[in-house]
């Protein structure tokens, strides 16, 4: 950083991608050098993901742009020819196969041979130190269904170093890690950097970028809006690159944090499922929003998947607005008053093939029906109401769900769950894999509710979004709370006191 | 973890699908064209094929299969299969006849059949949605022990009853129009109320299209899947006495054999998705009167059985094959 950069390894120029008549990319261009952490940002739609398709060839770019490696210009016509030049590229959506061994994952398409048969051995020899730099809990042998979504993605990463990649593209790559894990991966980074290659890192998170980049560069509605060096990066000045605008007031808080003597809306006594949650007892206030932090694996969503009857509990009471509910199911939970937004909304949330407008009703239609006719006109009322009070984006509500951005989905599921007019909302990462917009949308909806008196749980990997958002925050280690915090208004939350707790560190309630 | 939101997003690429009712409507359509041109190349190829003898004996043929495939709609609706309607149509109809032949109580044959189907379709539900078993083992169990249940019930003959009272079911007419017919279209209706207007149905495919979210929304998965098998067995209850009052005869090791094939074909052939949550009755109803068609059909341009058996079994792979070009995923 601190020499003249070497000629860069890595050079895209003018290039455009148009999908039927939508302009995707339109003339971008842009450059990574050897040794060095390029951080790409933008929000979703902004065109990051496309570019880096065509780079590692999943999409072939609109005639008229180039791509050249170390100065010398190449056809990149599909993956293979990527991996082939050096272009690796990590994916959101990870692709290994959970029926094979981590090793077999590693060097799928590649197998080492011996004789004609597959050398497993070999392999796993071969697996061996990049796991061991990787500072991972499994070996090579390991099936990787056993893994957790955290360890797979290292597994990808492991893959692409054993690839002997020269660029490597991460995208989003921390979104599952936990924070040690994230520390880990940085390190691998920083030395992957020392080692000489050209790493394009796509985030949507500033703390990574700011501890990461060497550079960052800005794309917004297809077009490449500048590069910064790390002595020009803050956040204001990448979130109006980003948004075009200025973003004052990204977390809101305008609710009043409660006193002592507001009222108590749920009470949790000792509730465990015998697995990954060992007693956790905890109360909500009217109007309150109370953050859930914790490392991944710490048993957050467990938790409150199981305060929320979608999983069994073996012991514990629970008391909702006086009333011990003894509620075993999801409906009965939601009757009672209390919902969940699941961390996955593709997986286990929306109904993706059908209708915006089905998708928000889903929970209430058994209310509007007449004996078990559907009242139509009423689910059209309830979702244009909906959409309009959320700011759902979609041509009609009667566009597949599956079809919209992240963001709206997100808020299509949040409708739903307002719908039941719960007493209180359990939100499991309200934000994950949303963009800028749409996240302080969120946070505002935030609010608003708790303004109106509902008692929120916000459970969130992104300690910023804690610390902007919650007026108090428990900390969850091995399936127990192992902290408490409280914001006042001269001391908010500190991100340091619980990544203390949260880690082990220390033992302290601030 | 978050997919890459920006492929998907309405910005960046134009939305492949429109919703499901539409597309399941495009799909129909996308069917009827076939239709239309089977009917017209076995005109040609015959000229009988569009009497009106012979529409009526192809409507005739198809109102089992229409009845029963109905029934398959709502189950593979949610992503299950239903092997079993065959032998409970077998079993349906040995039911109807032995009770029609009670003196004077011999319309109970009907309640008998419909009552034999339920039964066993609740059965099969009971295992799926409470014990958890897939319903392909299941219903492919109940295939064979249900089969083994008819032969019993006749004492491995066939039983016959010449005075069956029910028998206009399956040769009369109302208003010029067989009953046959008049109960297949009505069934269809009453499918197409159930799936579109009814909680129930916008259920079957909220559980067809991703059941973990349907039972984190509050909905009561298992009553959803026992209910469709019931539907199942109850129709193909209602088959197997539309089958006994045509043939005034019931034989529990022949009747029904392979229905079950015909009536996943048209549910595929219908456009509706074997992974769930993506289908209409209508699509069904199309894809029944394809089947019925080409069957009639090559039998008049005299095709031989055994290049029936191949071309029919062809239609069902290309079925297959269109659902998963329309998913854009391998499927079995």
Known sequence: MTEAPPPPVLQMQHIAKTFGTVRALSDVSFAAHAGEVHALMGENGAGKSTLMKILSGAYHPDPGGEIRLAGKPVHIDGPAAARHAGIATIYQELALSPNLTVAENVFLGREMRRAGLIDRTAMAKACQPVLDRLAVPFSPGTRVAALSLAERQIVEIARALLARSRILVMDEPTTSLSSRETDRLFDLIRQLRAEGLAIIYISHRMAEIHELADRVSVLRDGRYIGTLTRAEMTEDALLRMMVGRDISGFYKKEHKPPEATRRVVLSVQDIADGKRVHGCSFEVHEGEVLGIAGLVGAGRTELARLVCGADRRIRGRIVLEGKEIAARTPGEVIDAGMVYLTEDRKLLGLFLDMSVRENIVTGVIGRDAHAGILDRAAARRRSAKAVAALSIRARSDAVVVGSLSGGNQQKALLARLLETKPRVVFLDEPTRGIDVGAKSEIYRLIDQLARAGMAIVVISSELPEIIGICDRALVMRDGAFAGELHATAEAPLSQEAVIAIATGAARRAA | ?332
């Open chain 2, 1 to 332: 973890m978050d997919a890459a939101p920006e492929a998907k997003t309405i910005d960046a690429a134009p939305p492949a699908r429109t919703r499901p009712g539409v597309g399941a409507w495009v799909q129909a359509v996308g069917m009827l064209p076939i239709l239309v041109l089977l009917c017209i190349g076995f005109e040609l190829m015959s000229h009988r094929f569009l009497t009106l003898q012979n529409v009526s004996i192809v409507t005739q043929q198809a109102a089992i299969n229409i009845v029963m495939a109905a029934g398959m709609t709502f189950v593979i609706l949610t992503g299950g299969i239903d092997l079993s309607v065959g032998s409970i149509l077998a079993v349906a109809a040995m039911l109807a006849v032995i009770v029609s032949k009670l003196p004077g109580l011999g319309m109970l044959g009907i309640a008998a059949g419909l009552a034999g189907g339920v039964v066993f379709g609740a059965a099969n539900g009971l295992l799926i949605a409470l014990v958890r078993l897939p319903s392909f083992i299941v219903t492919l169990g109940a295939l064979t022990a249900v089969r083994g249940v008819a032969r019993l019930l006749g004492g491995d003959n066939t039983v016959f009853n010449a005075h069956l009272p029910f028998a206009f079911i399956g040769n009369g007419s109302f208003l010029g129009i067989p009953w046959l017919v008049v109960i297949a279209f009505v069934v269809v209706v009453v499918s197409w109320f159930l799936l579109r207007r009814t909680v129930f149905g916008m259920r079957v495919y909220a559980v067809g299209g991703n059941p973990d979210a349907a039972h984190l929304a509050g909905i009561k998965v298992w009553r959803v899947l026992l209910t469709v098998y019931v539907i199942s067995g109850l129709l193909a209850g209602l088959g197997g006495v539309m089958s006994a009052a045509r043939l005034y005869a019931a034989n529990g090791l022949q009747l029904g054999q392979s229905y079950e094939l015909d009536a996943i074909a048209a549910v595929i052939l219908g456009g509706t998705s074997f992974t769930g949550g993506v289908g209409s009755i209508w699509g069904t109803l199309v894809g029944a009167l394809i089947i019925a068609v080409l069957t009639n059909g090559l039998v008049l341009v005299g095709v031989s059985d055994i290049w029936q058996y191949i071309i029919k079994g062809l239609v069902i792979i290309i079925a297959v094959t269109l659902d998963r070009y329309r998913t854009g995923a391998a499927r079995t």
